[in-house]
């Protein structure tokens, strides 16, 4: 009987650093990507806001050179303000669901006005009203795309309330599981209490181990400085994010190495002293 109590001792706790590991990264993803706050705190961190609109306005200057206007038609049509206030728009779209649009017609009316004043500045020359629709229209539609504004934002937020919906059921089904095996491991230590502290050390080590071992895998094959998406603001956030990411799933591990050796050395050496004593 002892030895078949044994093998179910560590079968649970094999099902417990399961568990642990599960309950971890749970909370790794809840509180980095698929927190709002976290995200909005990592484009302030990268100076995201300033970065796409000098990326904006570079791509605005490849239009007026198409165009045969002037420069001077771009002043003042767009402000970082507005670009702050966009992206907010696009990243409460995916997490919060509000599903609003972002406003052109600001940008429309400016650019209007600045192309009217060069018009008149200009003697003999008339105004095709068409093609300087076209143009508008045009640099409405390249300022959405360097947002990088999705028809997907929707989509995107009913998978993000899924996936949130099951995390916080999750969460509860974790720590249920998790507390009823440690329950089931203390009880078949025999009421050898520091015993079942080591078993839980075990099973805490275990999940460290694993998120440790992940850590170094995925930085020693993954070159996360060299990925590259969209444009420069994106890749750099995108970078620092999946870099904080790392970051924070090394803390988990190394923590959950260190409160899994002290439980393992303290239940151990504590049992020994116990059963010393008993005999």
């Known amino acids: 009987m002892k030895g078949l109590a044994l093998i179910v001792r560590y079968i649970l706790i094999i099902l417990l650093a399961i568990i642990i590991l599960a309950f971890a990264i749970v909370n790794i993803s809840s509180s980095t990507i698929l927190s709002k706050d976290y995200a909005l705190s990592k484009l ?20 007026i050179d198409q165009s045969g206007l002037e420069e001077e038609v771009m002043n003042n049509v767009i402000t970082e303000d507005k670009v702050k206030n966009d992206v907010n728009i696009m990243i409460s779209n995916i997490y919060d669901g509000k599903n609003e649009e972002i406003d052109v017609a600001e940008i429309k009316t400016n ?19 068409d093609a300087i629709e076209k143009y508008i229209d045009k ?7 360097t947002m990088t504004h999705t028809d997907y934002e929707q989509q995107i937020n009913n998978a993000y309330m899924k996936i949130m919906k ?17 329950i089931v491991i ?27 071992i992940a850590n170094i895998f995925v930085n020693t094959n993954v070159k996360i400085n060299t990925i590259t998406i969209l444009n420069g603001p994106i890749t750099k956030s995108l970078r620092l994010i999946l870099n904080d990411i790392m970051s924070v799933i090394a803390k988990y591990g190394y923590w959950m190495l260190a409160i ?9 050496l504590m049992d020994s002293i116990k059963y010393k004593e008993e005999e």
């Open 139 to 145: 640099i409405c539609e390249q300022y959405k795309s």
């Open 44 to 63: 302030e961190e990268t100076e995201y806001y300033s970065g796409i609109y000098q990326e904006i306005e570079k791509n605005f200057k490849n239009y």
């Open 260 to 268: 899994g050796i002290v439980l393992i050395i303290l239940g151990n």
């Open 186 to 212: 203390f009880a078949l230590c025999h009421n050898r209490l520091f015993k079942g502290i080591s078993s839980v050390g075990i099973s805490i080590l275990s999940s460290g181990v694993f998120l440790t």
């Open 111 to 129: 650019l209007n006005n600045n192309i009217d004043e060069y018009i008149s500045k200009q003697q003999g020359v008339k105004a095709d009203k």
């Open 166 to 182: 099951y995390i916080n059921l999750g969460n509860k089904g974790i720590l249920i599981a998790m507390l009823v095996l440690i």
